[in-house]
């Protein structure tokens, strides 16, 4: 079973960028897709993005796309979220996801970190 440890959360003003990592451990980081969601007070968790074990397919929500770009480094067992342009209502806690498949992690997650807090303010 992988365990997930995501980190690079914090407050920013808006229009502002942040970078999410995720590290991986126990498991073999490049068999898995691996995602991105975010929950927000009050709201169910939601995808962001996701991406292909390899890297070479990626998945976005549309409330981020050309904001958000979602990568890894299979050397270091991470996977990161650039952040750009950040809004308000990109406020949420942000975790990441491991699964067999793109599909599978972009429609259901899989393993879950705790989850790392971003805070837009305005």
């Known amino acids: 079973q992988v365990q997930l440890v995501e980190s690079g959360g914090g407050l920013v003003q808006a229009g502002g960028s942040l970078r999410l990592s995720c590290a991986a451990s126990?498991?073999?980081?490049?068999?898995?897709?691996m995602g991105w969601f975010r929950q927000a007070p009050g709201k169910e968790r939601e995808f962001v993005a996701a991406?292909?074990?390899?890297?070479?397919?990626?998945n976005y929500a549309n409330s981020v796309k050309g904001r958000f770009t979602i990568s890894r480094d299979n050397a270091k067992n991470t996977v990161y979220l650039q952040m750009n342009s950040l809004k308000p209502e990109d406020t949420a806690v942000y975790y990441c996801?491991?699964?067999?498949?793109?599909?599978?992690?972009?429609?259901?997650?899989?393993?879950w970190g705790q989850g790392t807090q971003v805070t837009v303010s305005s």
């Open positions: 996801a491991a699964a067999p498949n793109l599909i599978v992690v972009t429609t259901t997650g899989g393993s």
């Open positions: 126990g498991g073999t980081f490049s068999s898995y897709a």
């Open positions: 991406i292909s074990w390899h890297g070479g397919n990626t």
